[in-house]
């Protein structure tokens, strides 16, 4: 992956706190962001470099992480191997995924399988056209806005309440 494509998609991830301002004079308009950092790592697996990443280039691509990831080799991945990994590859640990994420059965490893397992899920998720691989559009995220409450009050008309039946 290039560096200005590294720079795209670390702005695209920064977007949902930096445009908080642009988004706030246009509250109706969903924010475009990338939610997790796992697209960083997708996007770079698109070894042929046509811009979409296939089923087959994102399969290699978990082998070569788990390998990268698995410093001592042992086919596992400790809680400081996996804090080691997100940090080079995931930009970090300040959002996911996170290791729990992985480590379902919370046994402090993850197994090669937990790790294919998720990463698998996560490219599913993703592919939101259920093509097989993952165009950057598939990255990007519409989310919509929580709206702030509503000031006005409404004045609702109390029917048959006030009068009240008098006898
Ligand atoms: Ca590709
Ligand atoms: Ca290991
Ligand atoms: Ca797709």
Do not use: H, K
Not at 12 to 18: D, E, I, Q, S
Not at 33 to 57: C, H, I, P, Q, Y
Not at 142 to 158: E, F, I, Y
Request: aromatic share 8%.
């Amino acid at each position: 992956m290039s560096i200005r494509t590294l720079a795209f998609v670390a702005c695209a991830a920064l977007g949902l706190t930096a445009c908080g301002g642009r988004a706030a004079q246009d509250r109706t308009a969903p924010i475009r962001a990338l939610l997790s950092a796992d697209a960083l790592m997708l996007v770079s697996f698109d070894t042929n470099g046509d811009l979409s990443v296939s089923r087959d280039e994102a399969e290699a691509g978990f082998a070569r992480e788990f390998a990268r990831a698995d410093a001592d080799n042992n086919g596992a991945l400790s809680p400081i191997e996996f804090s080691n990994w997100s940090s080079l590859v995931l930009g970090g640990s300040q959002i996911g995924p996170y290791r729990l994420d992985f480590d379902r059965n919370v046994d402090n490893v993850i197994t090669r399988e937990e790790y294919d397992t998720e990463l698998r899920a996560r490219f599913s998720q993703y592919d939101a056209d259920e093509n097989g691989a993952l165009s950057r559009t598939e990255f990007v995220r519409l989310v919509g806005q929580a709206r702030p409450p509503t000031q006005r009050r409404q004045t609702a008309p109390t029917i048959g309440g006030a009068g009240g039946p008098g006898e």
